[in-house]
């Protein structure tokens, strides 16, 4: 393996290797080449996904981008709200810029369903307007899988009870819940079973949390739940952090399965694991993640359950033809990360382009052998530790032929580049997250 320089993350990069022949696919398909998409979700997946298909398409494709709110607030540094050292504009993303520089159609609504007519698809949206296209790219994030005692609907349990792990509204919940809390109260947390978003996050919410408590009030206890029998990841520079810096902080409990949750009179909130009941006044469940909604509803995963299964040369549906799933939803066996999501799009983005002109001229150029030998995906988390230094966390993966998957070649624990946290991380980090922000959403 060799040694991952760290700077080269910093910059996400705008063209894809797997690009370089883009330019001959669309002569080869010369003056026939129209189609419509339609994008659902305007994630790091899906608005990287509609700017890419226009830019490389030459603005031949026509591409709409439909997301159910008005803008997108990054999961990617949320975690700083909690902390006030970012506010929630800060990370909020306008598409705009998709609109006007790029031609991107952007739709406000809700999709419900997809219906497929002989030559052509229908995406519906909850606000009754209907948009034909020939194929369609869902990329909806994630949904939670419902928690005894704290089902949406009776009452809003997230409200009480913030999981914080879709930005927004949630996260400053969450804050304030924080902020309310006095010298010497416990903070509760439990980590998603795996594979769920920002492998690092959860860890990473706890040392947020951890150095708040121990700067601002003094004295309190972080309380982290895992199910998993140890830290998933990046276990040395949690570890060193729990045991260390926060030790007086933070007590780590492995193998907590999360059983229920309740909420008593006083607003205190007894969470039961398979390793005891605590309870506190705050607590922020993370559940257990499953595909968007429109996934399942689509019938684009197996059993019903998890995430899709995709090809991974172009992140087409294993389950149905015409449907791409590119982000958080799929079981491509990478990270769940805004860093992936946005490299997966640019994938399914070339994919989709070649498909088109194969259609033209018959010709297969999503399987290229040289395309295939060029596909490469990268991911990054950088994680806060303390006020001002982080950790930073890399892999990258190349297209596997054998298989039809996407295997891990480098990653930054196997490289020289210790995975220790220092402020010169926590610098980079705001540089690689406005990279990853202007080239998604810019
Ligand atoms: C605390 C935290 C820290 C993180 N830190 C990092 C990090 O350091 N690096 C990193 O790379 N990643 C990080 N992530 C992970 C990253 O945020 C996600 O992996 C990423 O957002 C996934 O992108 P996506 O486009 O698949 O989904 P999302 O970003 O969730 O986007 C999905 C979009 O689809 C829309 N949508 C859903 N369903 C519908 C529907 N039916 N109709 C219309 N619109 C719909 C939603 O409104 C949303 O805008 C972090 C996550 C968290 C929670």
Redesign the pocket.
């Given at each position: 393996m060799t040694q991952i320089n760290r700077r080269e993350f910093i910059k996400i990069s705008g063209a894809s290797a797997a690009l370089a022949v883009t330019p001959s696919v669309l002569k080869a398909a010369e003056s026939s080449f129209e189609a419509r998409v339609v994008v659902?979700?305007?994630?790091?997946?899906?608005a990287t996904l509609a700017k890419y298909l226009r830019i490389w398409s030459d603005g031949k494709i026509k591409v709409t981008m439909?997301?159910?709110?008005s803008d997108?607030v990054?999961?990617?540094?949320?975690?700083l709200i909690l902390n006030d050292r970012l506010q929630l504009d800060e990370i909020t993303q306008s598409f705009t810029p998709l609109q006007d520089n790029y031609g991107v159609i952007v739709e406000q609504?809700?999709?419900?369903g997809v219906t497929e007519e002989a030559a052509f698809k229908i995406v519906h949206l909850d606000n009754n307007t209907d948009i034909e296209c020939d194929y369609v790219v869902l990329?909806?994030?994630?949904e939670f899988i419902d928690i005894p005692g704290l089902k949406e609907g009776d009452i809003n349990h997230f409200d009480q009870v913030p999981h914080a792990?879709?930005?927004g509204e949630q996260t400053e919940i969450l804050r304030e819940q924080l902020h309310a809390m006095k010298a010497g109260d416990t903070f509760i947390m439990t980590v998603p079973e795996s594979p769920y978003?920002?492998p690092p996050?959860p860890y990473?919410?706890a040392c947020v949390v951890a150095d708040y408590i121990k700067r601002v009030l003094g004295e309190g206890q972080v309380i982290v739940l895992d199910p998993h029998a140890e830290i998933a990841i990046e276990k040395e520079t949690f570890e060193q952090a729990f045991k260390g810096i926060y030790k007086d902080i933070v007590t780590y409990k492995p193998n907590a399965k999360l059983e229920s949750i309740e909420i008593k009179d006083n607003g205190e909130k007894v969470v039961k694991t398979s390793v005891g009941d605590f309870t506190a006044k705050v607590v922020n469940v993370i559940p257990t993640h499953e595909a968007?909604?429109?996934v399942k509803d689509l019938k684009l995963l197996i059993d019903d359950k998890g995430f899709a299964p995709v090809h991974a040369a172009s992140y087409e549906s294993k389950l149905r033809t015409g449907f791409y799933v590119?982000?958080?939803?799929n079981s491509s066996g990478q990270p769940?990360?805004?860093?992936?999501?946005n490299a997966q799009a640019k994938v399914c983005a070339d994919a989709i382009i070649r498909e088109i002109a194969g259609k033209t001229t018959s010709k297969d150029f999503v399987y290229d052998s040289e395309r295939l030998k060029n596909i490469k995906t990268n991911?990054?988390?950088?994680?806060p530790i303390t006020y001002d230094e982080a950790s930073w966390l890399t892999a990258v993966f190349a297209y596997e032929t054998a298989n039809n998957s996407m295997a891990l070649v480098e990653d930054s624990f196997a490289s020289s580049n210790s995975p220790h946290w220092s402020n010169d991380n926590f610098e980079d980090m705001f540089e690689w997250a406005e990279s990853?922000f202007s080239n998604t959403f810019g």
């Amino acid at each position: 393996m060799t040694q991952i320089n760290r700077r080269e993350f910093i910059k996400i990069s705008g063209a894809s290797a797997a690009l370089a022949v883009t330019p001959s696919v669309l002569k080869a398909a010369e003056s026939s080449f129209e189609a419509r998409v339609v994008v659902v979700g305007g994630g790091f997946a899906g608005a990287t996904l509609a700017k890419y298909l226009r830019i490389w398409s030459d603005g031949k494709i026509k591409v709409t981008m439909v997301d159910k709110n008005s803008d997108h607030v990054s999961c990617v540094l949320s975690n700083l709200i909690l902390n006030d050292r970012l506010q929630l504009d800060e990370i909020t993303q306008s598409f705009t810029p998709l609109q006007d520089n790029y031609g991107v159609i952007v739709e406000q609504g809700m999709v419900t369903g997809v219906t497929e007519e002989a030559a052509f698809k229908i995406v519906h949206l909850d606000n009754n307007t209907d948009i034909e296209c020939d194929y369609v790219v869902l990329a909806p994030g994630i949904e939670f899988i419902d928690i005894p005692g704290l089902k949406e609907g009776d009452i809003n349990h997230f409200d009480q009870v913030p999981h914080a792990w879709i930005a927004g509204e949630q996260t400053e919940i969450l804050r304030e819940q924080l902020h309310a809390m006095k010298a010497g109260d416990t903070f509760i947390m439990t980590v998603p079973e795996s594979p769920y978003r920002c492998p690092p996050g959860p860890y990473e919410r706890a040392c947020v949390v951890a150095d708040y408590i121990k700067r601002v009030l003094g004295e309190g206890q972080v309380i982290v739940l895992d199910p998993h029998a140890e830290i998933a990841i990046e276990k040395e520079t949690f570890e060193q952090a729990f045991k260390g810096i926060y030790k007086d902080i933070v007590t780590y409990k492995p193998n907590a399965k999360l059983e229920s949750i309740e909420i008593k009179d006083n607003g205190e909130k007894v969470v039961k694991t398979s390793v005891g009941d605590f309870t506190a006044k705050v607590v922020n469940v993370i559940p257990t993640h499953e595909a968007g909604k429109i996934v399942k509803d689509l019938k684009l995963l197996i059993d019903d359950k998890g995430f899709a299964p995709v090809h991974a040369a172009s992140y087409e549906s294993k389950l149905r033809t015409g449907f791409y799933v590119v982000g958080d939803s799929n079981s491509s066996g990478q990270p769940k990360s805004g860093h992936m999501a946005n490299a997966q799009a640019k994938v399914c983005a070339d994919a989709i382009i070649r498909e088109i002109a194969g259609k033209t001229t018959s010709k297969d150029f999503v399987y290229d052998s040289e395309r295939l030998k060029n596909i490469k995906t990268n991911s990054a988390c950088y994680s806060p530790i303390t006020y001002d230094e982080a950790s930073w966390l890399t892999a990258v993966f190349a297209y596997e032929t054998a298989n039809n998957s996407m295997a891990l070649v480098e990653d930054s624990f196997a490289s020289s580049n210790s995975p220790h946290w220092s402020n010169d991380n926590f610098e980079d980090m705001f540089e690689w997250a406005e990279s990853l922000f202007s080239n998604t959403f810019g």
